[in-house]
């Protein structure tokens, strides 16, 4: 078990934006994360993030619960917001700098050197992240996440707003950083699911409709693609 989320709640005043879900991912699995607007799906990896609080129920990154053992469980875990809000007046070298601080690691310059090769940030690292284009801000969104070695990424929608080229670029990072991390990804592009996930949870209305792992797809919902699949769990 690597994300285990039981019997989860969240209401932002009246409204329920999670209602009673649960599930647990395997290790170095890529999660799909799957769901109409409002679904719900931010708002989950916001709590697994131990940004916001729970109504009820629990989560646990990989043994730590997010709510009684936060700091070990944030030290397991890295998050990359939807919209990767950057202070784009910093350096890239610099924002990984800091963000490596904040997590005490020793060695921070053959760390950001890693972290720079492993998310093709070479030709970036000395610019200003207000230079960048979209796909490279994504880069180093994942650099930040990945700074501290986490055992689990929580990213959402990173692909989203990148044209064709830098979305398959993301996308085999992804692909390669998921080879050694559980991943949850949320996503509206099922081409994305196809390319990248061994799982996939489908949230509607803040309620998981399934969960499965995409090589049972065609014994479970035989000739139907993931887009049909989709469409019928979330009228
Ligand atoms: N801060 C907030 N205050 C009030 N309601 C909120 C807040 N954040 C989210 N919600 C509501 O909670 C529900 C779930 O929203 P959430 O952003 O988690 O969905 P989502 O699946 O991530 O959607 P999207 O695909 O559009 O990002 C929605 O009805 C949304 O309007």
């Known amino acids: ?7 989860l709640t969240k209401t932002y005043g009246k409204q329920l934006a999670l209602d009673n879900v649960s599930f647990e991912t395997q290790k170095n699995s890529i999660v799909g994360f799957l769901g109409p607007n409002g679904a719900g799906k931010s708002t989950t990896m916001k709590i697994l993030a131990g940004l916001i609080p729970a109504s009820a129920g629990t989560c ?10 936060s700091l070990a469980a944030k030290r397991k875990l ?13 350096y890239v070298r610099e924002i990984l700098q800091y963000e490596a601080s904040t997590h005490r690691i020793k060695n921070k310059s053959e760390r950001i050197d890693l972290v720079v090769k ?31 070695d986490p055992e689990v990424l929580l990213l959402d929608e990173p692909t989203s707003g990148l044209d064709p080229n830098q979305i398959l670029e993301i996308r085999a990072l992804i692909k390669e950083l998921g080879k050694e ?41 035989p000739n139907q693609s993931l887009e049909e699949i989709f469409v019928r769990l979330t009228k």
């Open 181 to 221: 991390k559980t991943v949850l990804l949320s996503t509206h592009l099922m081409q994305e699911v196809e390319a990248l996930c061994d799982e996939v949870i489908i949230l509607h209305q803040g309620k998981i409709r399934d969960h499965f792992f995409v090589n049972d797809l065609p014994n479970k919902y």
């Open 60 to 69: 646990h990154i990989s043994d730590s619960n997010i709510a009684e053992q």
């Open 118 to 148: 492993q998310t093709g940030l070479e030709d970036a690292q000395h610019k200003k992240i207000s230079e960048l284009s979209k796909g490279y801000r994504q880069r180093v969104g994942l650099a930040l996440c990945i700074i501290h």
């Open 1 to 7: 078990m690597a994300i285990k989320v039981d019997q």
């Open 78 to 90: 890295g998050f990359l917001p939807e919209n990767n809000p950057l202070y784009t007046d910093m």
